[in-house]
């Protein structure tokens, strides 16, 4: 009995570690997707203003405004399942490895709060530059759907 009861804790600990591991993982691989379409959205926004200074094409421009918001968008969701991924690890790792999940937790959640807040200011940029009126109500149903 006591060798059934050590088998079961052994089990529960090596799933424990596995959550722990597995939620941890997820979080690094969503945190570097967001950061890296974050740095796209980032790129395409100055390439838009630098245009709008320069010869002020608006085809480069409202290119580069939607590819910019379509980065931001995909940011906005990785940051929230990197959130997401850090709070399970939080729960379920232990010592410094659960501190740090909830650190990174933070982070994310930051991080997705900018995003989201980029992603609604360059839609509004967007429109105002590149569909007028008439066209909000199809940008809105086009750059959501990316």
Request: glycine share 8%.
């Amino acid at each position: 009995m006591k060798k059934l009861i050590t088998i079961c804790a052994l089990a529960a600990s090596f799933t424990t570690f596995a959550d722990c591991t597995n939620s941890f993982n997820k979080g690094v691989t969503q945190y570097n997707l967001g950061a890296s379409y974050f740095q796209d959205g980032m790129n395409h926004y100055q390439r838009a203003v630098d245009e709008s200074r320069g010869q002020g094409r608006r085809s480069i421009i409202c290119e580069a405004l939607l590819k910019s918001n379509t980065g931001f968008d995909v940011a906005t969701r990785s940051f929230l399942s990197c959130t997401t991924a850090f709070g399970e690890a939080a729960s379920s790792c232990s010592g410094t490895t659960g501190q740090i999940a909830r650190d990174n937790q933070q982070t994310c959640a930051e991080n997705h709060s900018v995003s989201e807040d980029n992603y609604a200011a360059i839609l509004e940029t967007l429109k105002a530059t590149c569909f007028g009126e008439e066209g909000n109500t199809l940008i809105n149903t086009v750059v959501r759907s990316l």
